[in-house]
């Protein structure tokens, strides 16, 4: 990826009032820039300056501080700019304005999204990973979640990726020394211990790879809908799960004609709860609001990551409840929630089939809802560790997924003659290449534009 140099700016800070607002600019150099907006003071890098910001016209815009970083000492590695002012929008939008102005004769323009933090990346500043935990910790809706994106930011899941890549990288130039001097006829495997090499690296790579799958729940949570016929507690248990009076319940079927969603937290997990209208047969005398009700409720069926079929404890299965089963995608985990059991006698339990996990509990007298917790958790794949999460993303399991692969073929070509050490040369290559990919070493240019692209604008 080409690095622009040329100078640019932004409003840094989020949209809307607060008492605070940040116009930042970053380039090469910001000298023309900052004589020409503040032509009789020298700000001093790394110092804040009280000061008037004032038009083209030398009325005053606002008060605040303007503060100034020397390359390479600041966040992109350029010279940058902040000048904090009142978080009024109309107020930002003019302070941005005569930046721009003041800077147009020198190539001042308007940043991209993520343009900032790509500068950070492409200045040696911040490696991939860690420029996508920017957006992680910006974007955290659970404190684990912040936590973990800290982490990463820090550097600490670069480090383990940069220790699997060296790792790999030593083991690659024992098997490549070994191909380039055939005629010393060195028993490689044995006396470079490679096996025992290769093994320790995969069961790095497997530690890593756990860490970051649960960090990986963290950030992205899971889509829980509820499911099932009118007036069996979808409501009721959306409130009792997010612990407050979310949706309306009433005795009367159908309350719910559109999706509720609340995003809980479990163990530091994002569980993004969706209640759904009541599924029934759409001949049954229902308005045209509940049939398109229902039809949301299947599309939201469609993106769930778990199901949980509501069925009333009191009355048992119906032949609609079968319907509804049938209709479920493949692949997606059910929960079968026998609810109302204060009402039929039954006592809080999980019980395991073959078709679902069947846990009952009652919603309104908040009896079970934890075995639902622990049964969210286990599908979630979470595991309480003590130890520090990545905040890891998708691409990133990708990697590793891709790398343990590598890793494994290569370990089949250690099994056999010497007459394979090219292959398990190339498989440890592609490995690396797969691990490097995570810090950005070896990161195609387009999808470095995709993953800036996805930051705002300012950051």
């Known amino acids: 990826m080409k690095l622009d140099t040329s100078p640019i700016a932004a409003i840094a800070t989020a949209p809307g009032r607060g008492g605070i607002g940040v116009v930042r600019a970053s380039g090469k150099s910001l000298a023309p820039l900052i004589q020409s907006l503040f032509p009789d003071v020298t700000l001093a890098p790394r110092h804040a300056t009280y000061i008037p910001f004032a038009s083209n016209d030398g009325s005053v815009i606002d008060q605040g501080l303007a503060l100034y970083f020397k390359a390479p000492h600041s966040y992109t590695g350029e010279d940058v700019l902040e000048l904090q002012g009142h978080g009024g929008p109309v107020v930002l939008q003019m302070l941005l304005a005569r930046v721009l102005e003041a800077g147009r004769e020198h190539g001042l323009r308007l940043a991209e999204p993520g343009e900032f933090t790509r500068r950070a990346y492409l200045n040696d500043k911040l490696d991939l990973a860690q420029a996508e935990a920017v957006a992680d910790l910006i974007d955290a809706s659970t404190e684990a979640a912040a936590k973990s994106a800290s982490q990463s930011l820090s550097g600490a899941f670069s480090q383990v990726v940069h220790r699997l890549v060296e790792q790999t990288i030593n083991l690659r130039m024992l098997v490549e020394a070994t191909l380039d001097f055939p005629e010393e006829e060195i028993d490689f495997l044995e006396k470079s211990n490679a096996r025992g090499q290769l093994a320790g690296i995969i069961d790095s790579l497997e530690h890593v790879f756990r860490q970051a799958a649960q960090g990986a729940l963290l950030r992205e949570g899971l889509n829980v809908v509820l499911v099932g016929q009118p007036n069996v507690g979808k409501s009721s248990l959306l409130n009792a799960l997010a612990g407050a009076e979310v949706a309306i319940v009433t005795p009367i079927a159908g309350t719910t004609r559109d999706k509720v969603s609340e995003t809980i937290q479990i163990e530091g997990i994002p569980l993004n709860i969706i209640d759904t209208a009541g599924i029934r047969a759409i001949d049954e005398g229902i308005d045209v609001v509940e049939r398109i009700g229902i039809e949301r409720t299947w599309g939201e069926v469609g993106k769930a990551d778990v199901i949980l079929h509501l069925l009333d404890a009191n009355l048992g299965p119906s032949a609609a409840d079968e319907t509804i089963v049938a209709a479920f995608p493949i692949g997606v985990p059910v929960v079968r ?39 969210l958790l286990r599908i979630a794949g979470w595991q309480q560790t003590g130890e520090s999460l990545y905040l890891a993303r998708e691409r990133h399991l990708i990697a590793l997924r891709a790398a343990r692969q590598h890793l494994d073929v290569a370990a089949q070509h250690a099994a056999q003659d010497d007459q394979s050490l090219d292959l398990f040369a190339e498989e440890l290559r592609l490995a690396q290449d797969q691990l490097s990919s995570i810090t950005g070493a070896f990161t195609p240019d387009d999808l470095l534009g995709v993953i800036f692209s996805r930051f705002c604008i300012g950051k």
Not at 346 to 364: F, K, Q, W
């Open 337 to 375: 929630i026998w609810n109302k059991i204060d009402l039929s006698g039954h006592r809080p339990v999980v019980e395991g089939a073959a078709d679902a996990t069947h846990i009952y509990l009652s919603a309104n007298e908040m009896l079970g809802i934890d075995l639902l917790r622990a049964e």
